[in-house]
C-alpha cells in the first residue's frame, strides 16, 4: 500500500503499485538538515515572461518562460525568503549571462538575449550582502566557487528553490547530493515549463537524492530552528 505521508505529492495521480514496489526501498522520514542555506536557482525575469498564462503557448511567443508555474511559486518563494532571512539562514542565488560564448546550460537553441532576462525578478531579489552565483552549465555547482562559499559559511543542507524542476534544479540536486549536503526541495517553491516533466523528476529526486517537503512544512522546521 501506498504510504500516505512520504507520496503525499503532487505526483500522486501518476503511481500504481508496481512502481510504488518498486521505490519502497527509499521511505525514510523527512526533514530540513541543520544549519541550512536557501539556494534559490535561476529565478531570472525570464521565466515570468508573458503572465500567469499556460507555459505552452506561451513559449511560442517567450521561448523558455514557465508561465503560470513560475507565477503560482511566487508567493511561497516569496514566504520562504522571508522565514530564511529571518532566522539569519543564508540566501544564495543563481543565475547566468546572456552570452556565455556557446556554453549553454542545455541542447535549447538560444537566439541572442538581453541580459535583463537573466537578473533576477524583483518580488524575489537578493538583498546587497547575499551571494549570487553565475553558472554556465546546468547545475549551480559545475565549474563555480559554490563548495568554497557554502564550507566558509558552515552550511550543512540546503532548502532549494526555483526552476526547472527537470533541469537546473535537478542537477544542482543531485550534485549537492554527491557532495554530502542534505538537500529539502520545497515543492511549491520549484516549477517547470511542463507538469509532467515537475512531477516525474520531483518524484524521482525525492525518492533518490532530497527530501522534498510541502511550504508550510518547511516553515514550521524554520520557525522552531529560530526558538
Known sequence: MMDETFENHCW???LNEDILKVYRAYQRPVYVGPKPAVLAIDLYNKVYLGGPKPAGPLNDVF????????WN??????????AARAAKIPVIYSTRHADTKGVQSTFRK??????ELYHIKDEVAPRADELVIYKERASVFFGTPLIAH?????VESLIICGEATSGCVRASTVDAYSYGFHCTLVE??????????HKVNLFDMHHKYADVMHIDDVLDHICMART
Open 12 to 14: 500522486k495521480d501518476l
Open 63 to 70: 521561448p523558455g518562460s514557465c508561465g503560470e508555474f513560475a
Open 73 to 82: 511559486a511566487l508567493p511561497h518563494t516569496i514566504r520562504l525568503l522571508d
Open 110 to 115: 538560444l537566439s541572442q538575449e538581453a541580459e
Open 150 to 154: 557554502l564550507r566558509l559559511l558552515g
Open 188 to 197: 511549491e517553491c520549484v516549477f517547470d515549463t511542463t507538469e509532467l516533466c
